[in-house]
């Protein structure tokens, strides 16, 4: 074995707080490394040509390189070494940047050598590994029909991919179908919209699945099965001709959600009259099934015993693009959203449409003419005490956007706008905001805390203005709340069913927020528009047009290679089958001489390895006894102070980890962390013997509510147990669940366990002995 260590300074990002060159002078004579190196840049062409010259001089066979997270670099890193001809299965990827240098300050080079050694006694057990090629399902499932979902669609039509797309309302389009008109050109919106969902309606290779969602996903990337739940539209889509006969015979009158509660519909409804599918629907929820709406129908399209189905897909790749709602009332009751005279800017996208559009004239609820309009800019956002944290985005823009066309409406409205910041960072957006103040709107530098109604029915805003001082009190006729923008309701549900991470802010979370914006945590799965985060039509087209570039790359020349991170079985298998009931993937079945893995459904959580009661499952490099070796490096230098062993799952804790990092949020340099693909392969041998190396309490940091977690903590239970029966304290291993939007409360989960690890103490030696027996 040669061992090579490259020891990057990330332009200071490192070097600003750890001594690279005594991490390296620390490390050179670890057992088999022949040579360490620092470097500025590891991941520029110089820091490239560095590790491959040095693995062609030194005939090196290993290669650690330590520098920024994993997440970041490790397959290109992968890639320099394979060029060179060393098995990329042999590279470790130490992270000093967003484990080490970004989250401590004194003790970072102590801990940085300690995770380098870690990362060489790493290196000494890697085997080499070959990826299974298998072969790609072309076609892709794409989650919402609102611009992004429409747009991604046809892209990849166009491309000659299958498309299924999932749209939970009864009909494509989402908010843009909504709206009236768009800023800054304020062109209109059904006009530029229709086309494209009437295209989708067309379009031989989009099968449109409308009132639908998913239900439930297995498989992996390359090959995923999902069950779409499609509930019962009641009219047969192929037959309807639009007549609208039922509808005019259905005595059921209900508000209109596409409307936003401000109109009614019926029972019988035409979603809206550009549609698509171009059909009417029944609206089961409120229908009394009098069946008024079947004799009317002159074509036999309706049928009230129409069941909800669960419709099969197979798919390679996903795409997200579920968009958003307006936040809840209930954090805006300051504002009395439930009166009538205070709308949402949704609403006014409807009033304007419907009702200024054809010339009617704006009226209060008891009918008189509204001649002054008060916008509210960021009700509910960038606040997380009142609402969300984040700032929408959009609001700004919409909001005078819709001043300016209520203006042109009625040029005697007195429009105010009350704001935080105007933010019009938009190509054209300024000039936009110009013309609003030439045509007479009023910005006014407040966020009004809450309205008060009077007795008049009007509402009176008191605020301070920021840039005169002076407190303004404005009685006016309507308020509009431009309302935060959150998640779609349900996104949280299927990103657990799409097995994809959320941010803090509960919109999907990118795979790098600036370097792969479009991809998930997930292989395979992609998402755009409104579902990662606030942005605008323009943004969300971008992104979907991006999405349809990732499937491209994905599916590739239609074969993808699987990660070689699962587990194998090396004989002596007594065929008890414990290993395939530990399978939630159902990804094992039993053979003559063992269990039989399917590569494509296994996510190599590796629950099968530690049940297994002859120990004849592995996963290559990620064995217990791989990572003790880990341990004992990871632990050296820690005699004189508590050592914490972090085991942390690689998709959601460990990004967290990660997260916290590049917050620059400190937590105590006794933690050392672990990755692991799942902390479900740790076994309670594993971790005992990991405790009697030197570890004086482990911290099994797992996604919070999967079956990995269940696993963990069963596992907590037995070791605290054993500990117990050892006289050491139970508490010195503790279960943290994660989900990615709470990474910020990372630091104190680490903090506060440390803290109770040393209430504890170190671990006296004779304790360790016993557990090392
Ligand atoms: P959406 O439009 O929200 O579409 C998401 C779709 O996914 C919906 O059809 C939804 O029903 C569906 N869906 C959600 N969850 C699921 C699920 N689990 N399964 C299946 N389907 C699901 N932007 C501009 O550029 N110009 C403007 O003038 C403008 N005006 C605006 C005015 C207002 C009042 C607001 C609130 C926003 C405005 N925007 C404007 C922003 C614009 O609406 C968004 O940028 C755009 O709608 C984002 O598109 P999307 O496809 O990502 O999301």
């Not at 599916?555 to 090396?570: A, F, M, N, Q, R």
Request: proline content about 4%; glycine content about 10%.
């Amino acid at each position: 074995m040669v061992t090579g260590v490259f020891i990057c300074k990330c332009g200071g990002n490192i070097s600003g707080t750890v001594d690279c060159e005594k991490v390296r002078d620390s490390v050179k004579r670890e057992g088999d490394v022949k040579t360490a190196q620092v470097t500025e840049f590891l991941c520029s062409k110089p820091g490239i040509q560095l590790i491959q010259d040095s693995i062609k001089t030194h005939g090196l066979d290993r290669v650690v390189v330590a520098c920024c997270s994993p997440h970041m670099h490790e397959e290109m890193f992968r890639g320099v070494v394979e060029e060179v001809g060393i098995n990329k299965h042999r590279l470790v990827h130490v992270n000093l940047r967003e484990q080490c240098s970004w989250v401590h300050e004194r003790g970072a080079t102590e801990k940085a050598v300690s995770l380098v050694k870690g990362g060489i006694a790493r290196a000494r057990t890697l085997e080499p590994l070959e990826e299974k090629v298998v072969k790609i399902n072309r076609d892709v499932l794409v989650i919402g029909g609102g611009v992004a979902g429409i747009t991604a669609a046809l892209q990849l039509s166009k491309g000659g991919f299958k498309v299924s797309l999932v749209e939970r309302r009864s009909s494509i389009g989402g908010r843009m179908a909504q709206l009236s008109k768009t800023f800054p050109t304020l062109d209109c919106s059904p006009c530029i919209l229709s086309p494209r969902m009437a295209e989708v309606g067309n379009d031989k290779n989009i099968t449109l699945l409308t009132g639908a969602n998913v239900a439930s996903v297995s498989g992996g990337p390359g090959d995923y099965h999902i069950k779409v739940r499609v509930t019962s539209r009641g009219v047969d889509i192929e037959k309807c001709l639009k007549c609208g006969r039922c509808s005019q015979v259905c005595p059921t009158e209900v508000k209109d959600e596409f409307e936003e509660g401000l109109y009614k519909r019926k029972a019988a409804y035409l979603p809206f009259p550009q549609a698509v599918p171009s059909s009417y629907a029944i609206d089961f929820e409120h229908c009394k099934r009098c069946g008024a709406c079947v004799e009317a129908c002159p074509v036999d399209a309706i049928d009230l015993d129409d069941q909800e189905k669960i419709v099969a897909v197979d798919a390679g790749s996903m795409i997200v693009a579920t968009g958003f709602d307006l936040i809840g009332n209930k954090v805006l009751r300051t504002y009395h959203p439930e009166m009538s005279g205070v709308v949402n800017a949704l609403q006014v996208e409807r009033i304007i449409e419907n009702e200024l559009t054809e010339g009617k004239v704006l009226t209060r609820g008891n009918g008189d003419r509204v001649k002054s309009i008060a916008y509210v800019l960021c009700a509910g956002s960038r606040d997380s005490h009142h609402g969300v944290g984040y700032c929408s985005s959009v609001c700004c823009a919409y909001s005078v956007k819709q001043a300016i066309l209520l203006r042109k409406f009625l040029p005697f409205l007195k429009v105010y706008i009350y704001y935080t910041d105007m933010r019009m960072t938009g190509r054209g957006f300024e000039d936009f905001y110009r013309e609003a103040r030439e045509k007479g709107i009023q910005f006014i530098h407040a966020k009004p805390g809450g309205v008060t109604p009077l007795e008049d029915g009007r509402f009176e805003i008191t605020v301070e203005d920021l840039d005169t001082g002076l407190m303004l009190r404005n009685p006016v006729d309507l308020v509009v709340l431009s309302s935060a923008m959150v998640p779609s309701a349900g996104t949280s549900e299927l990103a657990s069913r799409l097995g994809i991470a959320l941010g803090e802010d509960l919109f999907v979370a990118p795979k790098h927020v600036k370097l792969d914006p479009i991809s998930t945590l997930r292989e395979g799965v992609f998402a755009v528009g409104v579902a990662t985060g606030t942005k605008d039509i323009h943004d969300s087209v971008v992104d979907a047009r991006a999405a349809a570039s990732h499937v491209y790359n994905f599916v590739g020349d239609g074969t993808i290679k699987l990660s070689p991170d699962k587990p194998i079985h090396e004989g002596g298998c007594d065929l008890c089958g414990a290993c395939m009931d530990a399978c939630v993937r159902g990804a094992l079945t039993m053979g003559d001489e063992g269990p039989i893995l399917d590569s494509v459904s296994c996510n190599g959580c590796g629950a099968c390895i530690p049940v297994c009661p002859k120990g004849s499952l592995r996963i290559p490099n990620n064995s217990g006894d791989a990572l003790l070796e880990e341990a004992k490096g990871l632990l050296s230098g820690t005699e004189g102070d508590i050592a914490v062993l972090g085991f942390f799952d690689d998709n959601i804790s460990y990004t967290a980890a990660d997260n916290a990092g590049t917050a620059r949020l400190h937590y105590p340099t006794n933690i050392r962390i672990v990755r692991m693909p799942s902390t479900a392969l740790l076994s309670k041998e594993t971790i005992l013997k990991a405790i009697g190396l030197g570890a004086d309490g482990v911290l099994i940091c797992e996604v919070e509510e999967s079956h990995e977690a269940e696993l963990a903590a069963k596992l907590v239970a037995d070791v605290s147990e054993s500990l117990k029966g050892f006289g050491i304290e139970p508490d010195r291993i503790r279960l943290q669940p994660m989900v990615l939007p709470i990474f910020k409360m990372l630091p104190k989960f680490i903090s506060d366990f440390t803290e109770q690890v040393k209430k504890m103490g170190k671990m006296p030696p004779e304790k360790r002995r016993i557990l090392l027996r």
